[in-house]
């Protein structure tokens, strides 16, 4: 008796089920495949779909998550997402907006006279043209969005009648800054509040203005008049203002205030109100005013754009850093909706439907929102604005610093840069302006303003902060190769430690503002450099300094120093290229420069060098400065920094709008770095390979059958 085995048996099972089992002819194994793909099809769509309503990633500025972080599968991987920007690039400063009931048409305002007009919900947008080159702070328009009106510097009023297509000039009899304007629906009473206590009324559509006695010295920043166009509120440094007879009289209310106030408005029925301002500040009223309360908002940041619906119970509040805060209970709580993205948001408009509207932030950034704000999408977002660089001798680790509390760095000689926030309290949210780092790549200090600073000892994995005083707007740091002995400057002031920054001692004080510094390798020769044609030096470490005043009032802003305190060199706004070669005794022109300049530097060996500055200019010398050649950057961004490799041949220059250049041949050619790219969430990956092996699966499984059965 032959024994078959396991394998036989199976063998023989499975021959039989195929055997009875009905043949498989062409059509159906073709219609078995189809539908294996449909309904891959239809799997990988809903996937799709899912994953496109996520957003992107966290804070741009943020580091990315570790693999063991549940965000990690569930976010987007970034690749230098410190340049993500999203929509149409908008290369204005705006200020102001009004979105119209409808949701799709809009306007917004700001710096340069700009007036942008968009009929789809700001999926694109037009300039319309007006003549103006000043600021313009706040705009408005009627409900049937013809007529408006826009407010800005020296007394500035705007008019149209056509949707903004034309606007006229109008004469306002003061030369103030006017900061907001409200009108009523007749289209002919109306009112702007503005700098130094100012409130203007107008009773046929602004034609002519007659100025109305605040009894304030304040900015008013925030207006808001009710239909009746009698009750109305300003506010200001801490105040809130009101009257009762159509701005006739103004008096103040109690509100017990520390911070100052920027935005107002009350619902229809003049009793329910809601101001916000400075350190978080949420104030609100039931009585119209007469007692007002504090709202926690548990923000910090500045708050300048407050929004309510008609229900009084759902509204909005935007501020800086990024910040829009969300109450569906009429302000007793409040609740953060993250935006993503480092902006300063100065409007915050929801039409009546409470799901439609956007936030207009600086800068250049337009937000949109189709669910009340609890997702914001980009239609379009700024990046990042750098303004230091510092490399490490060899070129592979460098770091760059900005604003707001930009930091980022790199291990790879810039192919990759990756977000590096320091974990300090209170958050970093300060414009950082200035970074240095010793030849070891690990000790480094960055400076910004509200006397910001920070200490590292290991490349920038942590950070220490320390605070120089809320006055000194901290502007340039350096420090000598031991990391003990170094020197800040800004507003005026000099700084120096000894103890690699743990305590610092002001040296001295200088009228203006100082925006550079830099010391000799024996630490005894430095220059310090300013606002009209300011420089400070001082030959025994700081303990002394001598201020020189040069001919030409121009604004320094970068100084560069030999190690041998002998040659040094200076750029600056509208000034050329300076130059010394007997330690500051004299300085004489080396380059005319038609562009502003920000920065200058040096390689190790003092004759390989570079200058920076607007519209992406570049200067080069190869002979310690006796003569300049400018390259051509590929650029037209602002450009704030540069920092020279030891080689002298690789240099890495930062700006505006994420802009980052490097060259490996002197500058011959620069190229960008830091482009973003971004790849679908780990969990969309995973998904998407498994619904992909069913599928090939299934077909295989399908076409298996078919050719057993064309067999038998």
């Known amino acids: 008796m032959t024994s078959i085995g396991t394998e036989g048996i199976e063998k023989l099972m499975i021959t039989s089920v195929e055997e009875s089992a009905p043949p498989v002819t062409f059509w159906r194994m073709f219609r078995s495949c189809l539908a294996a793909l449909t309904i891959g099809a239809f799997v990988m769509f809903a996937l799709f779909f899912v994953a496109a309503l996520q957003p992107v990633g966290l804070h741009q500025m943020l580091p990315p998550p570790t693999a063991l972080s549940p965000y990690w599968w569930l976010s987007f991987y970034e690749k230098n997402a410190f340049n993500r920007g999203t929509g149409q690039p908008i290369q204005h400063t705006l200020l102001s907006s009004h979105l119209h009931s409808d949701g799709n048409r809009g306007w917004a305002a700001g710096e340069g006279g700009v007036i942008l007009f968009t009929s789809n919900g700001g999926k694109s947008w037009r300039e319309q043209s007006n003549g103006l080159r000043g600021a313009l702070t706040a705009i408005t328009f009627l409900a049937d969005g013809q007529r408006g009106w826009a407010v800005g510097d020296y007394g500035t009023i705007l008019a149209t009648t056509d949707g903004g297509n034309t606007w006229l000039a109008l004469k306002s009899n003061s030369e103030k800054r006017l900061a907001a304007i409200r009108f009523l629906d007749d289209g002919q009473r109306g009112w702007i509040s503005g700098d130094e206590g100012t409130i203007l009324a107008t009773r046929d559509g602004g034609r002519s203005w007659v100025a109305q006695n605040s009894g304030s010295s304040s900015y008013l920043g925030g207006l808001h008049f009710l239909a009746d166009g009698q009750r109305a509120w300003v506010v200001g440094d801490g105040s809130i203002l009101a009257t009762h007879d159509g701005g006739q009289s103004w008096l103040p209310q109690a509100t017990h205030a520390n911070a100052a ?6 619902l229809a029925d003049g009793m329910h109100g809601w101001a916000v301002g400075e350190n978080g500040t949420i104030l609100r009223t039931r009585d119209g005013g007469t007692s007002w309360t504090s709202s926690p908002s548990g923000s910090s940041s500045t708050l300048r754009s407050v929004k309510f619906l008609d229900d009084g119970l759902n509204g909005w509040v935007g501020g800086s850093n990024g910040t829009i805060l969300v109450t569906r209970d009429g302000g007793e709580t409040w609740r953060s909706q993250p935006a993503n993205i480092d902006a300063d948001f100065l409007s915050v408009d929801i039409v009546a439907d409470g799901r439609k509207g956007w936030a207009i932030g600086w800068p250049s950034t337009i937000l949109r929102t189709r669910n009340g704000g609890d997702t914001w999408y980009g239609l379009s977002t700024h990046r990042a604005r750098f303004h230091s660089v510092s490399v490490s001798p060899n070129g ?4 760059i610093a900005g604003e707001p509390g930009a930091i980022i760095t790199t291990t790879n000689g810039g192919k990759t840069w990756q977000a590096s926030a320091p974990d300090v309290n209170p958050p970093m949210n300060e414009t950082l ?29 942590s950070w220490i902060r320390k605070q120089l005083g809320e006055n000194a707007n901290l502007q340039s740091v350096f420090f000598l190769s031991n990391g003990k002995r170094g020197w800040a400057t800004g507003s ?37 450099v300013g606002t009209t044609g300011t420089i400070a030096s001082t030959e025994d470490g ?58 200058i530097a040096f390689a190790a060996d003092g004759k390989h060098g570079w200058a920076v500055g607007d519209k992406g200019t570049i200067l080069a010398t190869d002979d310690g400065g006796r003569k300049w050649q400018e390259q ?8 704030r920094s540069i920092a020279p490799a030891a080689d002298g041949l690789s240099a890495w220059v930062v700006g505006e709008e994420g802009t980052i250049l490097f060259t490996n041949n002197g500058g011959r050619t620069w190229k960008p770095q830091g482009e973003y790219w971004v790849l679908a969430p780990p969990w969309f990956i995973f998904a998407a390979l498994v619904v992909v092996s069913f599928v ?3 077909i295989w499984r399908h076409l298996r059958s078919w050719r057993m059965s064309a067999r038998r």
């Open 261 to 266: 106030l920027i935005a107002i408005t009350f």
């Open 396 to 399: 592979k680790h460098g770091w």
């Open 433 to 461: 302006n200035s970074a240095y780092f010793l030849a070891d790549g690990k000790n480094g200090w960055i400076v910004g303003e509200k006397g910001t600073l920070l200490m590292t000892s290991d490349g920038g994995d």
């Open 492 to 528: 005026g002031s000099i700084f120096a430690t000894s103890d690699g920054g743990n305590t610092w001692l002001l040296q001295t004080k200088v009228p203006g503002w100082l925006n550079s510094i830099a010391f000799s390798g024996d630490g005894l020769h430095g220059w310090a």
């Open 542 to 599: 700081g303990n002394s300094w001598k201020i020189q005043k040069l001919e030409q009032k121009n604004y320094f802003k970068s100084v560069a120093l030999h190690p041998d305190g002998i040659r040094g060199w200076i750029v600056g706004h509208g000034a050329p290229i300076l130059g010394t070669e007997d330690g500051g005794e004299s300085w004489r022109p080396l380059a005319s420069i038609t562009q502003d300049m920000y920065a």
């Open 632 to 639: 051509e950057s590929g650029s037209n961004m602002t450009l």
């Open 696 to 698: 090939i699966w299934a």
